[in-house]
């Protein structure tokens, strides 16, 4: 496993969870790193990303002013802050790396095994 991610669970709407992606066997400090999610019966969607360096994030419209991306590259670990969770927010989500710095959306070779987020109404 070289990406993995940590931090899911059942939260109710309107609550927190961070999430964690820490890399291992080999270092992904100097990549870019997003997080994805794919909901039940829906298509992956792109959530946030950041630079290797993390002078730039990048959130999708669904998550702005909620979401919070950033990252340690001394423990070369990504991480996610939900807040005020809605139950739309619920989905598997995925971190992902790439040392590709051309687009933060897509382009992204390397992927975590996922962490499953649930909100309750």
């Known amino acids: 496993v070289q990406l993995q991610a940590s931090g899911g669970g059942l939260v109710q709407a309107g609550g927190s969870l961070r999430l964690s992606c820490a890399a291992s066997?080999?270092?992904?400090?100097?990549?870019?790193k997003g997080w994805f999610r794919r909901a039940p019966g829906k298509e992956r969607e792109f959530v946030a990303a950041i630079t290797w360096s993390g002078s730039t994030t990048v959130l999708a419209d669904s998550v702005k002013g909620r979401f919070t991306i950033s990252r340690d590259n001394a423990k070369d670990t990504v991480y996610l802050q939900m807040n005020s969770l809605k139950p739309e927010d619920t989905a598997v989500y995925y971190c992902a790396a790439d040392s590709r710095s051309t687009s933060l959306v897509n382009l992204y070779d390397y992927w975590g095994q996922g962490t499953q987020v649930t909100v309750s109404s």
């Open positions: 066997g080999r270092t992904f400090s100097r990549y870019k």
